[in-house]
Every structure is written in structure tokens, then in C-alpha cells.
């Protein structure tokens, strides 16, 4: 069993380094196949200038050159070169400020989405069609419907335009909260259906009335059972959840005006910055796919009867 488990591990890890670099390769010559260049919308640019600049950055050279050179450089040094708009700094400096404070709004939402969701599901379950089931449901429903810039916009409005109980600015600590809230409301409610629905397929289980039988107390069954089994279905939505924290930061940063590597991804299109624009997608591409193949490991550590085969 053992070798088998290593056997699946060191698959997925090679499964995700060739993922990482076929999005490398196609962010890489996507962007060189765009019209134009990222010098084009100076102004007034006279020919020598341009060819200057593009000496400097090295894009006078063929493009394959170009794409081993950036390859050798993230692979040996994890270098993406200096940003073309924002002279005299480095994309890796550029995303390490910005990436940590991504991080911070992702882990917060993400702990929200799933705890949040766990919990509610589990009482949604308990109390199927009650009065709270219902609740829960229509407003799970709401949530998951709802596009995060739409909700984000909609608590901005309420939270910090109308009251002003919380600061449009995310650049402070307090106003993370609405981005954080924005950020977890989808997923939150994606994991309260998904664990009670199937909660509610484990409660139904012969093992569950067996235990009933001989008298074992609701507290264990609910928390040594039937949650446990029922967190299966939630551990496989994990890496969706996290990849959709990670896009849907990208439009919450920009309304929140974070200073998180969404904005900087976003200007970086606008502005043309290829470096920038290469090193972004590759980060969140490559944190994706680490979630992802976390999430695969992680089946086997809440049921061991899993086989990976």
C-alpha cells in the first residue's frame, strides 16, 4: 500500500511541474504572438528609442531564444526579469509584496469558507426541513448565484458608502473584512450544500443505525462518524474552492483597491507589462495546481480506504 501511495504522489508531482510548464511555454509565446509590444503606447517613440529599449530588455532577439533564456532564468535563479513599466524593479520583488498580502485575504476566506460551510451544513442537516434548513438553503442559494463582483460591489455600496461602518480602502487591515466576506460567500455556501447533502447520505447509513442501536451517543455519531465520512465530498471541492479564491480575488482586489498581486496582474494588462503579466499567471497557475495536488493527498489521510489506483 505503501509504494502504491509514493507511486500516486510522485505521478501527481510530475503531473504538476509539466502542467506548471506548459502554462509557462503558453503564457510565454501567447504574449509574443500580441500585436504590438509594451513600448507602443509611449508617446512619440522615435525608431532608435524603441530599438534601444527592446536591446535592453532583450526583445530583439528571435522569440525561441527568448523563451530559453526565460526559462533557464526562472528554473535556475526564479527570475522573471525587471518590469517594463515600473523601471528599475524586479516582477519577483513586484510579486512578493503583493502576494503576501493575497495570501492573507485568501487563507482568511478560504478558513471562513470552509469552517463556516461545515458547520452550517452539519446544522442544515440535523435540522432537515425545519425552519433553519430553509433558511440556510435560500440564502446558500443567493450566494452561490451571485458573482463575487457583484457582491462585492453590492457590499461596498451598503457597508462603506451608506453606512460607513467599514473603509472602502483595502489597503488597511480593517478594510480587508468586506474583500474577505466577498471572497468566502460562494464557497462557503458551495461546502454548506455539499456537507449537507452529504451528511444526510451518511445518517442514512446502516453503519449510523448501528451505532444508534447499541446505544452510542449522538455527540460521537455526529462527530466521529458521520462528519468525518461526510468530509470527503468537501475535500474534493477544495481545489476548485482555492482556484476560485485565487481568480476571483483578481476583480475583488481591483474594487477593494487591495494591494494584493490581483491589482498588480490587472494593471500589468492594462499597462502591457509582459514580464509582470508572465510572472502573475505563472505564481497563481502554479499555486493552483499545488492546491490541487494537495487536495488529492489529502483523501487518503481522512479515509484510508480510498486506493488511489
Known amino acids: 500500500m505503501r509504494t502504491k501511495t509514493l507511486a500516486y504522489i510522485l505521478k ?25 509590444g509594451p513600448f507602443m503606447s509611449e508617446k512619440a517613440v522615435q525608431p532608435h528609442v524603441l530599438e534601444a529599449l527592446n536591446a535592453k530588455y532583450g526583445l530583439d532577439e528571435p522569440v525561441p531564444i527568448q523563451y530559453v533564456n526565460y526559462l533557464k532564468s526562472i528554473v535556475t535563479e526564479f527570475d522573471f526579469g525587471p518590469s517594463l513599466k515600473s523601471r528599475g524593479r524586479e516582477v519577483v520583488d513586484m510579486i512578493s509584496e503583493g502576494l503576501g498580502v493575497s495570501a492573507k485575504l485568501g487563507v482568511c476566506a478560504a ?41 462585492g460591489s453590492f457590499l461596498l455600496l451598503v457597508f462603506a458608502v451608506a453606512l460607513g461602518w467599514l473603509p472602502a480602502n483595502g489597503s488597511t487591515t480593517a478594510g480587508l473584512i468586506l474583500p474577505v466576506i466577498t471572497l468566502s460567500l ?10 449537507r447533502s452529504s451528511m444526510l447520505d451518511v445518517l442514512g447509513q446502516d453503519y449510523i443505525r448501528t451505532a444508534k442501536a447499541k446505544g452510542v451517543s449522538n455527540v460521537k455519531i455526529i462527530f ?26 483578481l476583480v475583488v ?22 514580464p509582470l503579466i508572465m510572472g502573475t499567471t505563472i505564481v497563481l497557475a502554479t499555486l493552483i495546481v499545488v492546491m490541487n495536488l494537495l487536495s488529492d493527498i489529502m483523501y487518503k489521510v481522512v479515509d484510508p480506504r480510498i486506493n488511489f489506483e
Do not use: Q
Open 224 to 249: 466521529g462518524h458521520a462528519l468525518k465520512n461526510s468530509l470527503i465530498p468537501v475535500i474534493t471541492y477544495i481545489g476548485p474552492m482555492l482556484a476560485y479564491i485565487v481568480t476571483g480575488s
Open 12 to 36: 501527481r508531482i510530475a503531473l504538476a511541474l509539466l502542467t506548471v510548464w506548459v502554462v509557462i511555454t503558453l503564457t510565454f509565446f501567447v504574449m509574443h504572438a500580441v500585436p504590438g
Open 186 to 195: 460562494s464557497p462557503l455556501s458551495n461546502i454548506t450544500r455539499l456537507t
Open 253 to 274: 482586489e481591483k474594487i477593494f483597491a487591495v494591494p494584493g498581486i490581483g491589482r498588480a496582474f490587472v494593471s500589468s494588462i492594462t499597462d502591457r507589462d509582459y
Open 111 to 151: 478558513a471562513i469558507a470552509f469552517v463556516g460551510g461545515i458547520i452550517l451544513g452539519s446544522v442544515a442537516a440535523l435540522r432537515r426541513n425545519k425552519l433553519i434548513d430553509r433558511i440556510i438553503m435560500v440564502f446558500t442559494t443567493a450566494f452561490v448565484s451571485m458573482p463575487s463582483f457583484v457582491m
